[in-house]
């Protein structure tokens, strides 16, 4: 039984089957990646998975739980985050208050009013929210507005922001999409030490095989919304399917 | 002091001081001289200043916040004063359950409204809390006569039960009170040519605007309140984060709609009348104007805003073509009349023009409101002396 268990998922959006029957198993404290040509479905099945958008058909289980029909706040109380494909974060906030809300939702779950407590004197915060940025090396830019941090540094506060809650499964949508290689680069490294010092889980989708050969156990490969193949770097690297997927896609494209 | 960070128990200190003092700083002319009109030193105006800047105080609690554009918030003020006048209709002309019963009453009708109006955000929430409030307007003026007076408002009457008052003396009119003290009596002081009042209804609505400046602070400063400003920057990150935006934008509306009453109750204490015109959809685009003014999101803006407004309101209006002449009656006599011909449809009547130029003087080159200019003000000083930034920093 893997931590997450998706099962005859399927989408439609009007006359296009987005997903077809799409199984797959995620095991505990793995690294399992998602890949596929544009318009495969990875998008679609990543926002089934986080209560974006609800499968028509199947069921998609979390730690033996189903998250069907749940809000994305609820999913997120279980212990799934999410890194976006653009890093979202609270642009008009300083860095370390972005970090503090999740720390907060950790705590005190998805409503408190509390309006009469001073945030900066909640010392288990702000100590948590320290300590956390202090690990993504960023301790020094605090103060900044979020917004004016460079893509690189907004990738990796996102996802301090969803390790300082310490969830069970992280889900990365192409975390490295639109960077320069020394910035995927980076991204690669903090991945690679997060997966080394933490127990979690992490699935990952990835247009980049650069990013996915580096980081992933296991490796689906997605083609018109269904999987086609599952299995280890190596074997995907030289399996026959794979290729024809791909190379069919740049015909297409040329 | 009270929990609150140095900087901000500053400023607080700092409104204190000029809310306690606005009777003398706010009457710099010496009575009977020309300059006499700009005095806004009188109780009817203070208080208007303070009332409109709880108003603002809450509305920007929700505006300035979460970033959600209520045009309907005029409704909670109407239906404040309505709550508070029949207190003093039924209970007694004390006005401390009125202001009590306005802002409960005003709480209630808020978490109606927005438990309907928060199912959509943007320009629809809009929409759809204007059509609230222009609704309560219509009821209040037709079919709810009954309770709203209708056209002719609500007024105490000799009639009027007030149970907890003793029965009226005759010849006597009901006059709304603290305790005994009477809202409109006022204590005047002559110093040379000046004249300053001291009212009581200035005076309390005062302190209830501290307190209610106080209470903004602490949201500003709270974990709550900082979830407030997550739904403004990133709703979708808030969600994905594990935190439920409802209940926060909702009770976000429910506290600027109770500073909405709460106000609406003060205006009843201070002048005992009541018309469904205060519903009017002009009357919530005149609070989103104060904010934006003042500076929407920063904690003194809304004030300031709400006393500009009133002020230019009530100062410039009263200027007409007679002051006028007397002010350019040193200029020959051509001149005199094409440059009154160029002010005069600022002044009087057009003080409203005089307003939407501001207006759009300060949302262009100002984005930050009146709080900004000060602030950029305050930077040109520090900048001419250097050292004192460091100095700052330290403390």
């Known amino acids: 039984m893997g931590i997450l268990e998706v099962k005859n998922v399927g989408k439609r959006f009007g006359g296009l089957q987005a997903l077809g029957d799409v199984n797959l198993s995620i095991t505990e404290n793995s690294v399992h990646a998602i890949i596929g040509p544009n318009g495969a479905g990875k998008s679609t099945l990543l926002n089934c998975l986080v209560g974006k958008l609800i499968p028509d058909t199947g069921s998609v289980m979390f730690d033996g739980k189903s998250v069907l029909g749940l809000k994305p706040f609820e999913i997120n109380q279980m212990g799934i985050s999410r890194v976006f494909q653009t890093p979202e974060i609270f642009g008009d906030l300083s860095v370390l208050e972005n ?33 956390v940025l202090e690990e993504m090396n960023m301790s020094e830019k605090q103060q900044m507005p979020a917004a004016s941090l460079s893509r690189g540094d907004k990738r990796r506060l996102e996802i301090g922001m969803c390790l300082s809650q310490e969830p069970r499964l992280l889900l990365l949508d192409e975390p490295t999409a639109g960077m320069a290689r020394a910035d995927t680069n980076n991204t690669i490294d903090l991945l690679k030490q997060i997966k080394d010092e933490r127990e979690i889980t992490i699935a990952i989708i990835e247009h980049d095989m650069h990013v996915v050969f580096s980081l992933a156990e296991r490796i689906t490969v997605l083609a018109q919304g269904t999987p086609l193949v599952e299995d280890t770097p190596d074997n995907i690297k030289g399996h026959p399917k794979v290729r024809e997927a791909y190379l069919g896609e740049t015909q297409d494209a040329a | ?229 997550a739904v403004k920057s990133n709703q979708q990150r808030l969600n994905y984060t594990g935190l439920n935006t409802k209940p926060y934008t909702l009770a976000a509306f429910v506290i600027s709609g109770m500073y909405a009453g709460l106000a609406g109750g003060l205006m009843v204490a201070m002048d005992t009348q009541v018309g469904a015109e205060r519903m009017f959809w002009t009357a919530s685009g005149e609070v989103v104007l104060m904010t934006i003014l003042g500076g929407v999101g920063t904690l003194i803006g809304p004030v300031l805003g709400a006393s500009a407004i009133k002020y230019m309101e009530n100062i410039l209006s009263k200027i007409n073509s007679d002051i006028l002449h007397q002010w350019f009656a040193f200029l020959p006599d051509g001149l005199e009349e094409f440059v009154i011909t160029l002010i005069y449809p600022f002044i009087g009547k057009g003080w409203h023009l005089t307003l939407g130029l501001i207006f759009m003087a300060v949302v262009i080159f100002l984005p930050g409101g009146l709080v900004e200019g000060g602030q950029r003000i305050a930077n040109l000083f520090k900048r001419k002396m250097p050292g004192k930034d460091a100095r700052d920093n330290k403390s």
């Open chain 2, 1 to 229: 002091m009270f929990g609150l960070e140095y900087k901000d128990s500053r400023m607080l200190i700092l409104v204190a001081i000029l809310v306690a003092l606005a009777p003398f700083m706010l009457n710099p002319f010496p009575e009977g001289s020309g300059m006499a009109q700009f005095n806004a030193g009188y109780p009817d105006l203070m208080q208007r200043f303070v009332i409109f800047g709880i108003f603002a105080i809450g509305f920007n609690i929700l505006f300035g916040l979460t970033g959600y554009l209520s045009f309907g918030h005029a409704a909670f003020l109407g239906v404040g004063s309505y709550a508070a006048m029949w207190m003093m209709k039924l209970l007694t002309m004390n006005v401390v359950p009125g202001i009590i019963f306005s802002v409960l009453v005003a709480g209630v009708f808020s978490l109606a409204v927005g438990w309907i109006s928060l199912r959509r955000s943007g320009i629809y929430f809009s929409i759809l809390t204007l059509a609230f409030a222009q609704m309560s307007y219509s009821l209040a003026y037709s079919v709810l006569t009954p309770i709203t007076g209708g056209e002719t408002g609500l007024q105490p009457k000799v009639t009027d039960p007030r149970i907890l008052d003793g029965s009226l003396a005759e010849g006597t009119i009901a006059k709304a009170n603290f305790f005994g003290l009477e809202m409109g009596s006022s204590f005047e002081l002559q110093l040379g040519s000046w004249l300053f009042t001291f009212n009581a209804g200035y005076y309390l609505a005062a302190v209830v605007m501290l307190i209610a400046f106080y209470i903004s602070i602490r949201i500003f400063r709270s974990p709550f309140g900082l979830m407030l400003r």
């Open chain 1, 99 to 131: 970090m503090m809300i999740p720390c907060f939702a950790k705590r005190d779950g998805a409503f408190t009013p509390n309006a009469f407590i001073n945030m900066m004197k909640d010392r288990e915060i702000v100590e948590r929210a320290e300590h």
